[in-house]
């Protein structure tokens, strides 16, 4: 298949590439990056028209043009390309496509134009659930922003598909990879929380009991908005609290210069 050549808008370069057997933007300054990048994970909704790597292209294309930013916006496969049948097979898929964010992570941190210690992490509904996982091993993540993400897989997936084998034992064998056992282990870097008043998906305790596991430091900020969180205050604050959090001389900065010393 051809190349498509990348595109310019707004300050910005965009690529469509192919990372990890799957389709994804990069974006970039035109003038190069400037040491902080991003990996932005999407939502999960076949039906709306951004439930896909396209959903914070608007967003990754600004950083870059203000802020400097490189970002990758990689395309989801589990569940976007295949359901969830059973506990066995939803665990080797969980870490399947976590694995693969991690490559996504190996391509931003090997760039020239970024520095290592200093790349944020976004992720929406099951792309915050994953990134939680991420996170929690990769330590090249210096601060992350979850998006109305479910302390549980099963919280998802017993509802809405067709699980096989027992309920509880369903739960049981995904404890390990759900987000509520992980997300303590972001600390202490910087963790910022999304979440909907008006989410008809995730209750308001279900969002309470993901933040009271994690660590400090921490914030959680909820928005007059619907599960799909299209609110601007909510970017706004995503982007004040990654510009906060990945500057030169914010918490990984601090390290990085610690670390030299």
């Given at each position: 298949m051809k190349k498509q050549p990348p595109t310019e808008r707004d300050g910005a370069r965009i690529h469509d590439i192919r990372v990890a057997d799957a389709e994804a933007y990069l974006v970039e300054p035109?003038?190069?990056?400037?040491?902080?990048?991003?990996?932005l994970l999407h939502w999960f909704d076949t039906e709306a028209p951004d439930g896909n790597r396209t959903q914070f292209l608007d967003e990754a294309v600004e950083l870059a043009r203000d802020e400097g930013f490189v970002s990758i916006l990689p395309q989801g496969l589990f569940p976007w390309a295949g359901d969830p049948t059973d506990a066995t097979a939803d665990v080797r898929r969980i870490r399947a496509e976590v694995a693969r964010y991690g490559m996504a992570l190996d391509h931003l941190a090997q760039r020239a134009d970024v520095d290592a210690s200093r790349i944020g992490l976004v992720g929406h509904d099951f792309g915050g659930m994953h990134g939680v996982l991420l996170a929690a091993d990769d330590a090249?993540?210096?601060?992350a922003v979850v998006i109305a993400a479910t302390p549980r897989w099963g919280d998802w997936f017993l509802p809405f598909w067709r699980i096989d084998g027992d309920r509880f034992e369903y739960l049981r064998t995904l404890s390990d990879v759900d987000p509520i056992s992980r997300v303590g282990d972001l600390a202490p870097r910087p963790l910022l929380l999304q979440f909907?008043?008006?989410?008809?998906?995730?209750a308001a305790m279900a969002g309470m009991e993901l933040h009271r596991a994690a660590g400090e430091p921490k914030e959680m900020r909820a928005y007059d908005a619907d599960h799909g969180?299209?609110?601007?205050?909510?970017?706004?604050?995503?982007?004040?609290?990654?510009?906060?959090?990945?500057?030169?001389?914010?918490?990984?900065?601090?390290?990085?210069?610690?670390?030299?010393d």
């Open positions: 035109i003038g190069g990056g400037r040491g902080p990048a991003l990996l090249r993540i210096a601060a909907a008043r008006n989410d008809f998906f995730i969180l299209r609110d601007a205050q909510a970017r706004a604050d995503r982007r004040e609290f990654l510009v906060r959090t990945l500057s030169a001389t914010g918490p990984a900065g601090a390290a990085r210069a610690a670390a030299a």
